[in-house]
Each structure stands twice: as C-alpha cells, then as structure tokens.
C-alpha cells in the first residue's frame, strides 16, 4: 500500500486524514523491469568477459564460472548429447568446498535423462525447487542427483539446427531466484551454443591440418609440430617405415586397394608407438618419433616390432635409429634412420626376388 497522511481541521477540531491506495501491481510490474535491467546487464557483462577467452573451451569455463558465482549457484555445468545417444558432462564449474562431478558423469545411459529430452523437445526446461519431488515418477533420477548433493536444480536445452545437443544447468540455486536463474540460463544458451559450434568448427580444422586423412595419424605439420615441441637435451628414437609392393598394389588392383593397404600398415605401426608421435609424411612413408625415450626400451620395442611385422606379413621396409639427445640436426637423425630403412628394403627385395622396378 501507499500511504498519503494528513492533518485537517474541521469545526475546530483536528482529524488526521489517511488515503492509501494498492499499489500492489504497479510493485510486481517495477519489480519485473529492475530484474530484467539486472539480468540484461549480468547477460552483456558475462559474454562481454567470455568473449574475450582466447579458444571456445574457454569461452565456456568462464562464462559457466561467471554464472555460479552471478546465481549463487554450487556447480554449472555442459552436458553433451553422444552420437552413440549417451551423454556426458563436458564442461565444469564448481564453487568452493564442492565436489567435482565430472568424471563422474561421462556415458550416462539415455534413459537417464529420458525425461528431460521430452520436455526439451517441447521447448521445456527443467526447474526442480525440491528433487525429491521427482522421488517416486524418477527414482534412478532421483539417485543421481541426491548422490551429487543436490537440492534445487534448473537446467535448460541446447538447440543447434532444431536438434537438442545437450544440456546446461545450475545445482542448488537459491529457490528465491528460480525464475531469475531459468531466464538467465535460457538467454545465455544461445551464447553456449555458438561456442560448441565454434569448438567444433576449430577441432575440425585442426585435423584438416594435422592429421593425414586417409590414415588418421600425423601429417607433416604434425610432425614439425612434434619436433619442434620436443625437449632437445633428451633421447630420441626414429622409426623410419616403407610400404613396399605399394605401387605393384595399385597398378595392378587398383588405388582403393592401395589406400586400403596404406591404412592396414599405418594402423599396424600405431598399435605399436602410439604413445609417441606417428606419422604419414609420404604416399608410402611412416615415420615414428620417440621423444625421451630410453635406448633399452626403445631397442626392446624394435625387437618386437621387426618379429610382428614378420609374423603377420606387414609389407614394411624399416629404419631405426636412437640418439642421447635430440639437438644434433633433426635431418641428420632422420636421414640415418632412412638410410637403414633402404637398407632393409634392398634386403627385402634381394631375398624375394622381385626387380624393384617393376
């Protein structure tokens, strides 16, 4: 109520005069602009801040940290639709003396979020002030959440193309800011999207350009990248590799039985070194870099690679080669672990009696 008072005379007596008048809607109508002021102003400020991150992984960590710390809220949080249809949680903020949950929350079986999806599909969040409202309609749910300590709970789809991708949300807002907490979420949503397209976008390229995309191991650029991130006061190994008979393969059968033999040898030599750096650096060409790695290890490992490339028949020419330190010219390193690698191919073709060309 506002409240008017007055004192007034009347037949020489004073009367104190009062009017008030309900203002009670004109309350909730002013109440509704400040917390809309509020939220646009914690929206501009969180993506201002967010945009200033130097990857989209970023982007997103500050962004779910800002609106914790905004909402009052314990954990938030990105959860990721799989393509095998399971989720798993992404991305983390968690508030001081909380738990992290997310490794927790990796492959968690559709039917776990079942419920959810069907109300993101008709364009519903989920706003929970008392999970154990959910006790008895959702009791796997309900155990989930409550092992996490949760108590309140809001969280909001992630639409890309019309399709729900995923989820974020908050963990035990106040209940008194509920709605402020949904529409904040809900708002900022779109921003979250963008970011995974963006990520997205960025892992892509970063394959495009590092990756050989017949084989799916290291291309040149991510071999230079390898050399040039190695400690050079440390041992390296080279495994030097030739597919031999590839051009009789593709003469002969054609060049998609050819990429199916380039793919055969490369995932051969993966099995083997694929702590290390492997790479495609040829139509023919694999080379393995073993950074830091012991003479004795790396000897054994040669052992056992020379036996299975034998015992299972894998047409490869190798070369290795191992020095103390890595700060010796890496083409020189390289170039000895080559010229073993056509040693071993003349040898090849020596006891097989193939004329090397033809």
């Known amino acids: 109520l506002l409240t008017k008072d007055t004192i007034v005379e009347y037949n020489n007596r004073l009367y104190r005069l009062n009017i008030s008048i309900d203002v009670s809607e ?9 917390q809309y002021e509020d939220l646009e102003k ?23 940290e800002y609106l914790g710390k905004t909402l009052n809220g314990e954990r938030t949080y990105v ?44 364009g519903n969040p989920i706003v929970l002030e008392d999970i154990r409202d959910i006790i008895h309609d959702n009791p ?36 008194h800011d509920i709605d402020y907490v949904r529409n904040m979420l809900e708002i900022t949503g779109y921003f979250i999207v963008a970011q995974i397209m963006n ?17 799916k191991v290291g291309n040149r650029h991510a071999m230079r990248k390898y050399v040039k991130d190695m400690n050079k006061s440390r041992s390296i190994g080279v495994v030097y590799c030739d597919i031999t008979g590839l051009k009789r393969v593709n003469d002969n059968e054609g060049h998609a039985a050819g990429d199916t033999l380039i793919r055969k040898c490369c995932s051969f030599v993966n099995d083997f070194y694929n702590d290390y750096g492997v790479f495609r650096i040829g139509g023919d060409e694999i080379l393995v870099l073993c950074s830091c790695i012991d003479e004795t290890e790396f000897r054994s490992r040669e052992n056992t690679f020379r036996t299975a490339v034998a015992e299972n028949n894998i047409p490869l020419a190798v070369g290795f080669s191992w020095h103390e330190t890595s700060g010796k010219s890496i083409g020189e390193i390289l170039g000895e672990a080559e010229k073993n690698m056509y040693a071993d ?8 009696g193939i004329e090397r060309r033809k």
């Not at 004109?26 to 400040?34: D, F, L, P, T």
């Not at 909001?156 to 807002?173: A, M, Q, R, S, W």
Request: hydrophobic share 35%; proline share 5%; net charge negative.
């Open 42 to 64: 914690n929206v501009n400020e969180a993506i201002r801040t967010a945009m200033q991150a130097g990857t989209p992984d970023d982007a997103i960590n500050i962004i779910l």
């Open 345 to 352: 191919k003349a040898e090849y073709y020596r006891k097989s």
């Open 199 to 215: 990520r997205d976008l960025f892992r892509e390229l970063h394959d495009m350009s590092y990756r050989d995309q017949l084989t």
């Open 140 to 175: 796997k749910q309900y155990e989930i959440l409550a092992a996490q300590n949760i108590h309140s709970i809001v969280v909001v789809p992630l639409y890309h193309e019309g399709k729900t991708i995923g989820f974020y949300g908050v963990d035990n807002p106040p209940i």
């Open 79 to 122: 959860v990721e639709k799989a393509e095998n249809n399971y989720d798993n949680n992404t991305y983390e903020w968690v508030a001081k003396g909380i738990t992290p949950e997310i490794d927790r929350l990796q492959n968690l079986p559709p039917e776990v979020c079942e419920n959810w999806y069907i109300s993101f599909n008709e």
């Open 26 to 34: 004109q309350e909730k109508y002013n109440k509704a602009v400040r």
